[in-house]
């Protein structure tokens, strides 16, 4: 009793292991065409894990919180994604990848002064397509994708653990 417990303890902690082993965890910097706040150039942090479910495919759940100003009052802006990846080319030291996938993007304005009706705030919130093309060497990636809500092009760059 005590050896097949022990066998199915060791089973498990090697099989946890080796699921574990397929995702990777990590972060970047991301530039967009449409982030500012007042629709031009602006920065973001990306938070982001990747599934691999087999040598071609992985699943990579992301959230990028943008830094945007603007010289009416506060604008908060995020976008959750949830993109697909498939490994078109690979060699030994670099993967190169499209990307679709799904976004829910959320923007909120809070103005310094209430306008004509009253308003103090405005927030919007669109679900949107993303598709691009990105790469990986060993930790290090980058990609490239254009995304229908905010529609802007994104370039983020960052590693994964």
């Known amino acids: 009793m005590k050896k097949s417990l022990l066998m199915i303890l060791v089973l498990v902690v090697i099989g946890t292991t080796s699921a574990f082993s397929q995702w990777q965890f990590g972060g970047g910097l991301s530039l967009g065409t449409e982030s500012s706040g007042d629709g031009g150039l602006g920065f973001g942090l990306n938070a982001r894990a990747d599934y691999a479910i087999d040598e071609q495919w992985s699943i990579a759940p992301n959230f990028t919180l943008w830094f945007p100003s603007s010289d009416y009052g506060s604008v908060t802006m995020w976008q959750l994604n949830a993109d697909a990846h498939y490994v078109f080319a690979a060699t030994e030291t670099m993967n190169f990848y499209g990307i679709g996938g799904l976004n829910y993007s959320y923007i909120k304005f809070k103005f310094d002064e209430s306008d004509f009706f009253g308003n103090d705030s405005i927030d919007d919130s669109e679900i949107g397509l993303n598709l691009g093309a ?27 653990f």
């Not at 060497?137 to 994708?145: A, C, I, V």
């Open 134 to 160: 990105g790469a990986k060497m060993d930790m290090f990636f980058g990609e490239l994708k254009y995304d229908t809500a905010f529609e802007q092009i994104a370039i983020t760059v960052g590693v994964l």
